[in-house]
């Protein structure tokens, strides 16, 4: 999963109540990730959605296609993702309420000194197990050269 998408300026029309940021970057217009119209029931602008969107195939769902992962394994692959990233979402607002400064840039801050780490312990280790299960099965991996 990269850090931001881009799409056309049409795309961006047709997305323009569905609460994505877009910057325009040249002739393109970027919005980063994770995507703003993502819900917890999926993606809230999916007859719409860019074409970039149409077609992102992650890794997990390539090696389905390509037989080396059963489908069930797989959708259990996604249900633990989604308990990570519950896990990871809760302990983020229990840990940091209200809005303002994200909570992703709290915990950073936080994680930087001895006593944030010792305080958020338990939160850096959801979060990393979240990383960790989104890089084995979602990401793609680039070889090294």
């Keep these: 999963m990269l850090g931001a998408f881009e799409v056309s300026d049409a795309e ?9 940021v877009f910057k325009p970057v040249g002739e393109w ?3 980063p990730l994770p995507c ?4 917890r029931s999926g993606c809230t602008v999916y007859d719409v959605r860019p074409e970039v969107c149409v ?14 992962v059963a489908e069930a394994e797989a959708l259990a692959t996604v249900a633990q993702a989604h308990r990570l990233t519950a896990a990871v979402n809760e302990g983020l607002q229990a840990a940091f309420p209200g809005s303002g400064e994200s909570r992703e840039k709290q915990l950073r801050d936080a994680a930087a000194t001895s006593e944030g ?7 850096l280790l959801d979060k990393a197990a979240l990383e960790v299960h989104l890089q084995r099965h979602f ?5 090294a050269k």
């Design 117 to 123: 780490r010792a305080r958020h312990v338990q939160l």
């Design 36 to 39: 703003a119209a993502w819900a």
């Design 55 to 68: 077609k992102f195939r992650c890794a997990l769902l390539k090696a389905v296609d390509a037989g080396s």
């Design 29 to 31: 217009f970027r919005a």
């Design 139 to 143: 990401r793609e991996t680039v070889p």
């Design 12 to 20: 961006r029309k047709k997305l323009e109540h569905s609460g994505i």
